[in-house]
């Protein structure tokens, strides 16, 4: 919930949301987006109590929008009774402080409602870092305002109006100060997670990212996957952390999935910067599975916008499962013929109530079974190296001690880590 710095802290509990139109915008492209950012207030807790369509030629200095329409807009403000105003357009500092002036309420952009959601869910050191750092970068050219989040980060310098030029200096001077620390922090964190990964990378098993838009159900097809217990809520940006399991197939392979961020229009570029850490998983996986809410009426735009980001990240060649999830929702069977038609050999799931899980798996065990050969071994119990090397480095599908002494492993391993099993192979 936005809180406000003035002599009583407060709860923001009446917003008003603002989209603006422009003229090569069509006017169900607006209402879309202005229905994300509901959802997105939503998640941040704040309830919504209205919201307004500004038609506008080209933006204007002081308000963005004209002075006449801002007037407007702050005589609605009054009679509506909010105490927070909110911008799916990104305001520059001057101009949001010029509305907090005009407005005497709080006044935000969609930028500013993204970097809160994130701040209050993540959860790993580096996430809760890279956040951190996108708030004070987002926060330094907008010490001046009246309403700021400053107070609510960790190491971060409060900044109010009425205080001098002088406070304000020493305010920016701590929050540089801060942004450097938190720099060098990220470096550090980042090095132990290349690290893992260099040690992941030595394993053969497979990997597989879950990737869409947010709140597609990524996490609850992860969890019907899996098996595992992963957090599942129906908001947006549940999930920030990748989450990586070890899932057995039927075959007995085994392969790594992880959950990584929702994608979503509009991101920050600094909480693209920022979580490029995490979403590089879909860069470094073997095959992506791109989950899409074939429910939603925005099915579509949201493809368009995990495609592209996909293409930002340098993943865009990366082997693809199309997995419509969710598919319990959807009673046209038109749309679904067209679906079937545009992404041939796409999967109709319900990761909710765990239908179609059966061939989601069976499509990711032919999909990695393509790249690896199965093995017939005998290993003598003295060579336990060896079989300790084939747990490492491939998949191990049966394991059996014989009365001679010898372990009879069937095994899957990549054609590069043939030679060194060949001695133990048995010959058909």
């Not at 009054?78 to 105490?83: F, I, L, P």
């Not at 597989?208 to 996490?219: D, F, L, Q």
């Amino acid at each position: 919930m936005i809180e406000t710095e003035k002599d009583n802290r407060k709860l923001v509990e009446r917003a008003v949301l603002v989209a603006v139109q422009e003229p090569h915008i069509p006017p169900e492209v607006v209402r879309e987006h202005i229905y994300e950012l509901n959802e997105l207030v939503n998640t941040m807790g704040v309830p919504v109590i209205g919201d307004i369509i500004v038609s506008l030629r080209m933006p204007q200095p002081k308000f963005y929008i004209g002075s006449g329409k801002a007037e407007e807009i702050n005589q609605q403000l009054k009679d509506m009774e909010a105490d927070c105003l909110i911008f799916d357009c990104e305001l520059a500092p001057s101009q949001q402080r010029n509305w907090e002036k005009l407005t005497k309420i709080c006044v935000i952009d969609r930028q500013e409602v993204i970097l809160d959601i994130f701040a209050a869910r993540a959860t790993t050191r580096e996430a809760i870092l890279q956040v951190e750092l996108a708030r004070m970068q987002y926060s330094l050219p907008r010490l001046t305002r009246a309403w700021t989040h400053l107070s609510r980060q960790q190491g971060g310098a409060k900044g109010t109006r009425g205080e001098g030029e002088k406070q304000i200096e020493v305010d920016r001077r701590l929050v540089q100060k801060r942004i450097s620390k938190l720099k060098k922090e990220i470096i550090e964190v980042e090095k132990k997670r290349i690290t893992q990964r260099k040690k992941r990378a030595v394993s053969t098993v497979h990997h597989a990212a879950i990737v869409g838009y947010t709140n597609a159900g990524k996490s609850t097809l992860m969890r019907a996957i899996s098996g595992a217990d992963v957090l599942v809520e129906d908001k947006l940006f549940a999930t920030l952390d990748p989450t990586t399991r070890r899932v057995k197939l039927p075959s007995g392979r085994e392969i790594l999935l992880t959950d990584t961020v929702g994608f979503v229009r509009k991101l920050p570029h600094s909480l693209v910067e920022a979580f490029k850490s995490t979403l590089e998983e879909a860069v470094l996986a073997d095959f992506i599975i791109l989950v899409l809410d074939v429910s939603s009426r925005y099915l579509e735009d949201h493809r368009k916008v995990t495609i592209e980001v996909l293409q930002e990240l340098g993943a865009e060649d990366k082997e693809v499962i199309t997995v419509y999830n969710k598919a319990d929702l959807l009673d046209d069977p038109v749309l679904k013929a067209r679906l079937e038609a545009s992404t041939p050999g796409a999967l109709f799931v319900s990761a909710g109530k765990g239908t179609g899980i059966d061939l989601l798996t069976k499509r990711i065990d032919e999909k990695i079974s393509i790249s690896s050969i199965t093995l017939h071994l005998k290993v003598p119990l003295d060579r336990y190296d060896i079989i300790s090397r084939l747990h490492r480095v491939g998949n191990v599908l049966s394991l059996k001690y014989e009365d001679t002494g010898d372990a009879d492993i069937i095994a899957a391993v990549e054609p590069k880590d043939l030679k060194q099993f060949e001695k133990f192979t048995v010959q058909k």
